[in-house]
């Protein structure tokens, strides 16, 4: 079975734990592919993107989960989302002289890690603590105890190829062993990281947990997808207002945004921006510099 781009959740009969791997190869190089990022930033964002699909693995919602850092230092800002039918995407800000460095330094001091459930109907939710741990794992694992009161091990890995990750999340009392939590984390530690970088999450959970009994659901599919649109981006033209949207026109002939998540470029000229605020908006301002 080819287990790339698939999350396999599962569930221990005999010891109150549940559990997802996550294996992202074509997702993973959709994300990277787009940008020209530095080995740094790929090493964020791969293990963010593969935590935020384990994260959304357990939420019983339709609609999107976000993971923000935002630093003080080098790395400005790293997001990853993955959404309820198990698409992804990830974007980052940065100094163009970003180096290798560890985790906190890279962030500065005084950052956030924000985590928002965003529902397709409804108001969204949001999380937001200081950064603790001196790896992205640490810091989720950190923020799952601190937001949810829930103990959570996750061990992530990335390279230019793949993005990949196990979560563990312990479960209450009363479903199998109380006392088996320590025993199953111990054993994942085990876990190499070019272990989960190269096997499928088959040959994982047979080489640690072989000796357990272990209920594996179906597989889902995870691939890469950007909801930026036409639409939406001139959605975001009507809140800059109809007077500057024109004024950018009539000096720079168009208005031209990016995707950062995606790269696809989207232009407005004379004729969009009217056709966007229902009046002849270009001819307005013309007038009124005259």
């Known amino acids: 079975m080819n287990q790339a781009d698939t999350l396999q959740r599962f569930l221990f009969d005999g010891v109150p734990v ?13 994300v990277v592919t787009r940008h020209n990022y530095p080995a740094a930033v790929r090493h964020v964002l791969g293990q963010m993107v593969a935590a935020s699909s384990l994260l959304a693995a357990n939420l019983k919602f339709d609609g999107t989960l976000i993971m923000q850092l935002h630093g ?16 992804v995407r990830a974007t980052a800000r940065f100094d163009a002289a970003i180096t290798d460095a560890p985790l906190a330094e890279l962030l500065g001091e005084g950052g956030t890690f924000v985590v928002t459930l965003e529902p397709k109907e409804g108001e969204p939710w949001q999380g937001i603590v200081a950064l603790e741990g001196d790896s992205i794992a640490q810091m ?6 601190r ?29 199998g062993d109380a006392e088996g939590w320590p025993h199953v984390v111990a054993l994942a530690d085990t876990l190499q990281q070019d272990e989960l970088l ?3 999450a088959d040959d994982i959970l047979y080489r640690l947990y072989h000796q357990e009994t272990v209920r594996v659901f179906d597989p889902a599919a995870v691939s890469f997808a950007c909801n930026c649109s036409e639409e939406r981006v001139g959605e975001m033209l009507k809140l800059l207002g109809g007077q500057e949207a024109a004024d950018v026109v009539l000096e720079q002939g168009s208005i031209e945004i990016g995707c950062e998540y995606c790269g696809q470029r989207y232009v407005f000229d004379e004729d969009d921006v ?17």
């Open 72 to 87: 003080k230092g080098a790395l400005r800002l790293a997001v990853a989302e993955c959404t309820s039918e198990r698409t």
């Open 140 to 145: 989720l694992e950190n923020y799952m105890q």
């Open 198 to 200: 190269t096997l499928g």
């Open 147 to 175: 937001s949810e009161q829930l103990d959570t091990r996750l061990i992530l890995a990335c390279n230019d190829d793949t993005a990949a990750g196990l979560l563990l999340q312990r479960l209450p009392d009363g479903h």
């Open 274 to 290: 009217n056709r966007l605020f229902n009046f002849d908006v270009m001819a307005a301002v013309r007038e009124a510099r005259h």
């Open 18 to 30: 549940r559990g997802a791997l996550v294996r992202l190869d074509g997702a993973w190089q959709q």
